[in-house]
Nanobody, 126 residues
Framework: QVQLVESGGGLVHAGGSLRLSCAAS????????MGWFRQAPGKEREFVTATTWSGDIARYADSVEGRFTIARDNAQNTVYLEMTSLKPEDTAVYYCAAVVAPRVRVPTRGYQYDYWGQGTQVTVSS
């Protein structure tokens, strides 16, 4: 059974930092594209970032470029999201996602992903 389990969410003041982790199990994700999406209350889910299996290509949403960094440890089947300079508008439930055989190099649409975690809440206070 494939599982993606996020952790590391919480409450932080604006300007602070958090690191999210996503542990994958049930199969090897070493060749998969791994990514993060988020959904704020009353809003649609949006792409945050994703990276190829080797980590050689990463894409970021404009809203997080320069503040967030995605990294992965294939040996541990884990992907991380390092978030710095957090803003209140970053408040959302953050979801880890994976796709084993993407049709594009780094997908940015939710429907392009096969597996999802349950989400972890990130709240940034002003």
């Amino acid at each position: 059974q494939v599982q993606l389990v996020e952790s590391g969410g919480g409450l932080v003041h604006a300007g602070g930092s958090l690191r999210l982790s996503c542990a994958a199990s049930g199969r090897s994700f070493s060749s998969a594209v791994m990514g993060w999406f988020r959904q704020a209350p009353g809003k649609e889910r949006e792409f945050v970032t994703a990276t190829t299996w080797s980590g050689d290509i990463a894409r970021y949403a404009d809203s997080v470029e320069g503040r967030f960094t995605i990294a992965r440890d294939n040996a541990q089947n884990t992907v991380y999201l390092e978030m710095t300079s957090l803003k209140p508008e970053d408040t959302a439930v953050y979801y880890c996602a994976a796709v084993v055989a993407p049709r594009v190099r780094v997908p940015t649409r939710g429907y392009q992903y096969d597996y999802w975690g349950q989400g972890t809440q990130v709240t940034v206070s002003s």
